[in-house]
């Protein structure tokens, strides 16, 4: 299903940790849509080796090393990519999430406060983080694109989602207030898109996952968007079909978000 939407294209894909992962998924999609790409993830996630098997997948993609809470990690990683690509990136995929008090199995009300700075910068500022880290180096050619994935958690309550809710909910505001500032500068378009839950490894952290993915998918009249989709999206997002696109939170989730009930649902509850 290749159009070569994103021909003369390249970009940088955070967050790939193995197959399952949506980053992994978009980062084959925007390969096979004629873009090149540099791979990055935090160098504990790299020591596992896949992502290797990924890179040769994607035409030997580099596969540079960045703790995405790690400014001279960031530098690092756009410097060499504007090295390797011999320019600017035209598009950034930040596809990064990490509770430390889900891991850890805290209930919201007892949160650990030094583990939630943790997560919060992980998994919500990092996309600040990697914004200023282009922006310094006017690593972002004008008219390009940035995407950082994130969940409905951030506007309505899903109790085991925990401190994600708040991560999420500070991501997308970092997306628009930064999306001013990158659109005025360089026309630089900044979106999250609000995915499905999807079966991945940060995914299956969540308690219950499997109730919550199929309550989801009953609550769709799509059903669940799936990780493939996601990349698809993503795709979209990255091509000039969508320059006037900005500061915006995207739902790709089969229609759940604006759901209120479902005939399926209705049958299950009973008389
Ligand atoms: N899976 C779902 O149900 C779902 C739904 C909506 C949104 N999302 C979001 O999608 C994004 C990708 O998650 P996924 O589901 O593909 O899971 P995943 O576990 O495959 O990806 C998460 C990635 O974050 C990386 N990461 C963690 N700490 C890091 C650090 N300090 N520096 C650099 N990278 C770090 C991990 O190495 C991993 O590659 C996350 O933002 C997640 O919250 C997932």
């Known amino acids: 299903m290749a159009n070569q939407l994103l021909a003369g294209k390249c970009g940088i894909i955070f967050g790939a940790l193995d197959e399952k992962s949506i980053a992994w998924k978009t ?23 896949e992502i290797n098997k990924l890179s040769a997948l994607c035409g030997q993609a580099p596969v540079i090393g960045a703790d995405v809470t790690n400014m001279d990690d960031l ?26 008090n889900v891991r850890k199995g805290k209930h919201y009300t007892e949160m650990n406060y030094e583990w939630n700075q943790k997560t919060l910068d992980i998994s919500a500022m990092s996309f600040h983080r ?38 999420k909910a500070l991501l997308e505001s970092v997306t628009r207030s930064f999306g001013y500032h990158y659109g ?20 299956s952290g969540v308690k219950g996952f499997d109730g919550f993915i199929n309550y989801a998918e009953a609550m769709s009249p799509l059903g669940n968007a799936t990780g493939e989709d996601c990349a698809n999206y993503c795709v979209t997002l990255f ?6 696109v900005t500061m915006q939170n995207l739902f790709h989730d089969g229609g759940f978000s604006f759901t209120g009930v479902t005939q399926s649902v209705i049958e299950k509850m009973g008389d």
């Open 184 to 203: 005025v500068r360089r026309k630089v378009r900044i979106n999250t898109v609000s995915q499905s839950p999807t079966r991945t490894t940060a995914g």
């Open 130 to 167: 990697v914004l200023r880290t282009a922006w310094d180096l006017d690593a972002i050619r004008e008219g390009g694109s940035v995407v950082a994935l994130s969940y409905i958690a951030a506007q309505r309550v899903f109790p085991d989602y925990n401190e994600m809710a708040d991560a």
């Open 27 to 49: 980062a084959l999609r925007c390969h096979e849509e004629g873009a090149k790409i540099v791979l990055t993830n935090a160098p504990v996630a790299l020591r596992m080796g």
């Open 75 to 100: 530098k690092n990683l756009f410097e060499q990519a504007i090295q390797h690509f011999g320019g600017p990136v035209d598009f950034v995929l930040h596809s990064i999430g990490m509770s430390l």
């Open 239 to 244: 091509s000039d079909l969508t320059r006037y």
